[in-house]
C-alpha cells in the first residue's frame, strides 16, 4: 500500500513539472488546402498553429480517420517544462499529405480536431 501511495505521490509531482503530460489540441489559427484536387493525387493540408510558450512540445497533425468524402485529423502538442524562458507565442506550419487512397468523392471534408475546415472540389 505505501507503494501505491508513493507511486501516486511520485506521478501527481511529475506531471506537475510537466514531465508526464497527456496530448491537448493544438491552437490552430487557420488551415490552407487546395481549392481543387483529383480524385487521387496527393493532398497536402498546412495547419498554421500558434505555440504560446516554450513548454509546448510535440506539435504533430495525426490521421483519425480516412474515407472517400473526408480526411479526419488530430492537432495535438504536450505541455512540458523547458526550463526559464521568454513568454511568447511563435508561429508554426504543420503539414499532412493526404496521398489519395481510397480515391476521392465530392464534397471531400477536411476535418481537424472535430472541426470541419472546409472541403475540396473533386475534379
Given amino acids: 500500500m505505501k507503494k501505491l501511495a508513493l507511486l501516486s505521490v511520485a506521478s501527481l509531482a511529475l506531471s506537475g513539472c510537466g514531465l508526464i503530460s497527456t496530448p491537448e489540441p493544438l491552437h490552430i489559427q487557420r488551415v490552407d488546402f487546395p481549392a481543387t484536387a ?40 504536450r ?25 476521392r468523392i465530392e464534397p471531400f471534408e477536411i476535418v481537424i480536431n472535430g472541426k470541419s475546415w472546409g472541403k475540396v472540389l473533386v475534379k
Avoid at 483529383?38 to 510535440?58: F, M, R, Y
Fill in 38 to 77: 483529383s480524385a487521387t493525387e496527393p493532398l497536402t493540408v498546412n495547419v498554421h498553429v500558434q505555440i504560446w510558450n516554450c513548454g509546448e512540445k510535440d506539435q504533430q497533425v495525426t490521421l483519425i480517420e480516412r474515407t472517400p468524402s473526408r480526411l479526419s485529423l488530430s492537432g495535438t502538442f
Fill in 79 to 103: 505541455k512540458g517544462w523547458a526550463g526559464p524562458c521568454d513568454a511568447a507565442v511563435v508561429d508554426k506550419v504543420l503539414t499532412y499529405t493526404d496521398v489519395g487512397t481510397p480515391g
